[in-house]
T-cell receptor, first 111, second 113 residues
Framework: EPEVTQTPSHQVTQMGQEVILRCVPI?????FYWYRQILGQKVEFLVS????????KSEIFDDQFSVERPDGSNFTLKIRSTKLEDSAMYFC?????????FGSGTQLSVL | GENVEQHPSTLSVQEGDSAVIKCTYS??????FPWYKQELGKRPQLIID?????GEKKDQRIAVTLNKTAKHFSLHITETQPEDSAVYFC????????????FGQGTRLTINP
């Protein structure tokens, strides 16, 4: 069964550093997403992406965040200058239409 | 924007009994309501979903009901088993191509043997 894959599974970084989280969505899906989950809390929407542009973004997704689909398979989330409060599990997801399938996540720890 | 409330936050049932988790949503334009199961340290996994033009949907031991008028929907798990223990999240969205799922706070379900 096809799955969304994410790398790395864990990322530790110093405050102020840039990080890039990588995702390979399911191959025939057209819509791509990033969500995050702070430990013990609910999953929160960050951004949706379709046809090589952002469809919608949340208030969390400020100027420090960007997304890119650099080729036909990868979808990335960049955080330019990480803050302590960016520590969370980041999930990539993709959908063909309504059903969203999530990747296994990248646990980001900002020290 | 949409707001989803989920209750209870924790639920403990005896193996073999039923479990019910309830959610309410605020945006009457929402038309898609999935449920996700998340085991510790794992990804959220879609277990069942329902569109707003349907009142009930069942898949083996899992069922979801939707009341559009009252803006609430519920997950029912019958004949619970230890492997049902997990955190369950409800969500709501307007499906219009790319969508924004708004999640509830989650319910930690524990099945006691």
């Amino acid at each position: 069964e096809p799955e969304v894959t994410q790398t790395p599974s864990h990322q530790v970084t110093q405050m102020g550093q840039e990080v890039i989280l990588r995702c390979v969505p399911i191959s025939n899906h057209l819509y791509f997403y990033w969500y995050r989950q702070i430990l013990g809390q609910k999953v929160e929407f960050l951004v949706s992406f379709y046809n090589n542009e952002i469809s919608e973004k949340s208030e969390i997704f400020d100027d420090q965040f960007s997304v890119e689909r650099p080729d036909g398979s990868n979808f990335t989330l960049k955080i330019r200058s990480t803050k302590l409060e960016d520590s969370a599990m980041y999930f990539c997801a993709s959908s063909a239409w309504e059903k969203l399938f999530f990747g296994s996540g990248t646990q980001l720890s900002v020290l | 924007g949409e707001n989803v409330e989920q209750h209870p936050s924790t639920l403990s049932v005896q193996e073999g009994d039923s479990a019910v988790i309830k959610c309410t949503y605020s945006d009457s334009a929402s038309n898609y309501f999935p449920w996700y199961k998340q085991e510790l340290g794992k990804r959220p996994q879609l277990i069942i979903d329902i569109r707003s033009n349907v009142g009930e949907k069942k898949d083996q031991r899992i069922a979801v009901t939707l009341n559009k008028t009252a803006k609430h929907f519920s997950l029912h798990i019958t004949e619970t088993q230890p492997e049902d223990s997990a955190v369950y999240f409800c969500a709501a969205s307007k499906v219009q191509g790319a969508q924004k799922l708004v999640f509830g706070q989650g319910t930690r379900l524990t099945i006691n043997p």
